[in-house]
């Protein structure tokens, strides 16, 4: 944990006066955004997000706004999943990837209208890309990154929490669907979708003004239903899969090692498609595993090697004890010799050696 | 200051032990990297920095490597400056642009070969950019960030600490050459360049196996030049009108408009020539100013807005008192009907208003 000065490029969100209020104890950065990483531990808001309902500042997942005459075929050159399936309401996980097949991005697209798409960003200035293919083609687009903050409300008590705001409506949208509800008379694009596996909404709010009285009313409505101040949560996510851009991928890898070659079926001439296609046919040399760590571990600050009879054969990006499953759950990539479930590895931590496995999948 | 937790996607840098055991009281984030910020406190960093020399950590200058036969091209593409002109052991400041002819980073190119460049980038990932163009078109290059680490040495006494290592041809280094120079056996691209007007150079360390023994020799062989570990100094680059990109400007703005329109010379059809061209034609409505503030002023965490007769007429992006010219000196942006020297002008802290004045120039 490191002191870190906030300016002009460092910034806060509309948000961080409720998160600064509810008790925030380390962040990370994520855009250049303050993105809350604890409030009371790790493990306490591990439990209460499993049970309860939390509110999500995740104002850091930008969007990418597209717009224009040729909007429609940018998106089908950069999105390996066939965007003209997409239905009116829908969002799509795309990983995007360069000519040579490797990871730029695993953002959500998100169809506004035909001519209009948001494509929501990991951390990670995925707008230059789009604007030098765009650029270079001299396609008839603007691409701009607008003032959207996305809110996430992610817990069990979700549905219960979002109706009394937004009405009943919401518990009709379906998975990585959107409506677009109104708070106060103001309209909001509502999706079904969040970075947890305990179910919940993202809201994109628009600018400042509504950004805050949203917050304070989420917060005082869900009282009873104990809502807190939450964030995405390391232990949770590494139990449910869910991949971090940066930590358990990078621009090495490509959608096959991450696990999401079965999104990469578009029948256009997408960015990466030959590389993508090659490496159907031979399989990946490495992929992305659920390991189980045996012992203590320190929190993970770099990659950790893991090896089999003293031979490198993967490495460990995001790991942390589970109180749920009594073991440290763990992400690692592993190489196609050693990945097979029930596979015996070491894990070099900076406090010495641990034992390890490779699990059938992540623990849900 | 926040604290923040460092993960496989918040990097610390080859040189961060030094700077540890230096006592750094604050970092920034740059390009996903530490960037120290202060260590005795602005003030004691600054009366050091333009009196002796100091050793930074500037890892974070990450560098786009573009390689190949079609690499000379592409720089001619994204290069505002003639890129033919360059000598051999030469590097240019370049602002680069999208089609719109807004800035997307201001980083330094560094020719390595005829077909061989990095692009030393400022904060945001302008290698997507890069890979971008290159993907649409189907250019023949590589593009990668290598494992290069730049160090800096700035200071009045940094040709006596760096001749002592390197040897005294590194007094024959031009502004904005390099030479290829030899640490204990390994060659390494040394540049008189650097983040201060103090003079200086930063050397572009690859790997990891030199970077602390450079740093130690470096701190013990300039124990009697009172060598101190140090970082961009906030007083010291404002003093100067040393830009940072992301704080005094972003990608809502154009070269001219920060006072870079000179650098956009290239005859070749550079992307962004035509904005450019045009912005040139008409001027800009707003350019940076040195500006000069009356009072206390708080730390600058975002934008202050500059106003004459209660209207805003720009803002201004970067303050700080400054011992040595005994005002609060500071960089805005400032509309072309208020710019000229010596207009009086009001900036609204969060500490209420305060007189403030447009410089001739910048304190140097």
Redesign the interface.
């Known amino acids: 944990?490191?002191?870190?000065?906030?300016?002009?490029?460092?910034r806060?969100t509309h948000f961080s006066l409720g998160v600064q209020a509810a008790g925030v104890?380390?962040?990370?950065?994520y855009n250049?955004m303050?993105l809350p990483?604890?409030f009371d531990g790790y493990v306490d808001d591990y439990h209460h997000l499993k049970k309860h309902v939390q509110v999500w500042d995740v104002a850091c997942e930008r969007q990418v706004d597209i717009q224009g005459p040729d909007a429609a075929h940018l998106m089908d050159?950069i999105s390996p999943r066939d965007m003209r399936k997409m239905a009116d309401d829908q969002c799509y996980y795309i990983p995007v990837m360069?000519?040579q097949g490797r990871m730029?991005n695993d953002p959500v697209a998100v169809k506004l209208a035909a001519d209009h798409f948001w494509i929501s960003i990991a951390?990670?200035?995925?707008i230059?890309?789009?604007?030098?293919?765009?650029?270079?083609?001299?396609l008839d687009v603007t691409i701009h990154?607008p003032d959207v903050s996305p809110l996430a409300i992610q817990g069990p008590k979700s549905d219960d929490l979002m109706a009394r705001i937004f009405g009943n409506e919401v518990r009709d949208i379906r998975f990585f669907r959107y409506k677009r509800l109104s708070f106060e008379g103001h309209e909001m694009l509502v999706a079904r979708s969040g970075y947890s596996k305990q179910g919940g909404f993202e809201i994109y709010v628009e600018g400042s003004e509504y950004a805050m009285p949203l917050w304070d009313r989420l917060m005082s409505t869900g009282e009873d239903l104990q809502v807190r101040v939450g964030c995405p949560n390391l232990i949770e996510r590494i139990e449910g899969g869910l991949l971090?851009?940066?930590?358990d991928m990078n621009?090495d890898n490509t959608p096959h090692e991450v696990g999401l070659g079965r999104f990469c079926n578009s029948p256009l001439d997408y960015?990466g498609k030959t590389a993508v296609e090659t490496e159907r046919n031979i399989g990946p040399s490495q992929q992305i595993r659920a390991i189980a760590i045996d012992g203590s571990i320190p929190?993970?600050?770099?990659?950790m090697p893991l090896l089999a009879d003293g031979k490198q054969v993967g490495q460990v990006?995001?790991a942390v004890f589970s109180p749920d499953f009594g073991t440290n759950v763990a992400i690692g990539m592993v190489a196609n010799t050693h990945w097979d479930a029930g596979t015996k590895l070491e894990v070099e931590t900076l406090d010495g050696m641990r034992s390890a496995s490779v699990q059938k999948g992540f623990w849900i």
Not at 1 to 6: D, S, W
Not at 25 to 29: E, R
């Open positions: 944990m490191e002191n870190v000065n906030i300016t002009k490029r460092i806060r104890s380390s962040y990370t950065l250049r303050l990483a604890e050159l360069n000519r730029l951390d990670g200035d995925f230059q890309y789009v604007m030098g293919v765009s650029d270079a083609l001299g990154e971090s851009y940066g930590n621009r960015i929190f993970c600050e770099t990659a990006t995001s």
